[in-house]
Antibody, heavy 115, light 106 residues
Framework: QVQLQESGPGLVKPSETLSLTCTVSGGSMSSYYWSWIRQPPGKGLEWIGYIYYNGSTNYNPSLKSRVTISVDTSKNQFSLNLSSATAADTAVYYC?????????WGQGSLVTVSS | DIQMTQSPSTLSASVGDRVTISCRASQNIYTWLAWYQQKPGKAPNLLIYKASNLQSGVPSRFNGSGSGTEFTLTISSLQPDDFATYCCQQYNSFPITFGQGTRLEI
């Protein structure tokens, strides 16, 4: 059974970089796409982007200038960096497997952007 | 971007009721649509993919239908565990987009 677990700071200062890591267990990262999705408090889901196990990426144009997703298959991890964070980036961040619909999700990590 | 619009935003129902939630896409997405159930503090749980395919382990009282721009999720007989928020998601083209959610309440 594939399991995903997000980790990272729960509080980020405005203008700093929001960084999260997703650790994958119970299966290989090879041949799969790995996604990040977020949900502001009380709002709907927003797709951030995905990375293929070989490193190719696709980002939401609304965030593309600030987002970097990377993968380290040797550690079974992939990561999200979102630069120049603002209060609007406050959300629960989920990692998930696949790039279309998602069966496997992490439990979510709340990141608050505040000074 | 493809806009996904759900209706209603909130739906009040009782155990045993049959309920329908609608999702409209701003352009043709064929059948590239998924439905999720989400409970407070939890990740979304996939119910339906490709508009009408029931995900393994999901009770058969959940049914998805539609194509093109109009889609529906029907729950045939509400159970206590079904009171949650439901959202649709299109994966016809990037960026992937989600509906704003329908809260199903007692």
């Amino acid at each position: 059974q594939v399991q995903l677990q997000e980790s990272g700071p729960g509080l980020v200062k405005p203008s700093e970089t929001l960084s999260l890591t997703c650790t994958v267990s119970g299966g290989s990262m090879s041949s799969y796409y790995w996604s990040w999705i977020r949900q502001p408090p009380g709002k709907g889901l927003e797709w951030i982007g995905y990375i293929y196990y070989n490193g190719s990426t696709n980002y939401n144009p609304s965030l593309k200038s600030r987002v970097t997703i990377s993968v380290d298959t040797s550690k079974n991890q992939f990561s999200l960096n979102l630069s120049s964070a603002t209060a609007a980036d406050t959300a629960v961040y989920y990692c998930a497997r696949d790039r279309a619909f998602h069966v496997y999700w992490g439990q979510g990590s709340l990141v608050t952007v505040s000074s | 971007d493809i806009q996904m619009t759900q209706s209603p935003s909130t739906l009040s129902a009782s155990v045993g009721d049959r309920v329908t939630i609608s999702c409209r896409a701003s352009q043709n997405i064929y059948t590239w649509l998924a439905w999720y159930q989400q409970k407070p503090g939890k990740a979304p749980n996939l119910l339906i993919y490709k508009a009408s395919n029931l995900q393994s382990g999901v009770p058969s009282r959940f049914n998805g239908s539609g194509s093109g721009t109009e889609f529906t999720l029907t729950i045939s007989s509400l159970q206590p565990d079904d009171f949650a928020t439901y959202c649709c998601q299109q994966y016809n083209s990037f960026p992937i987009t989600f509906g704003q959610g329908t809260r199903l309440e007692i």
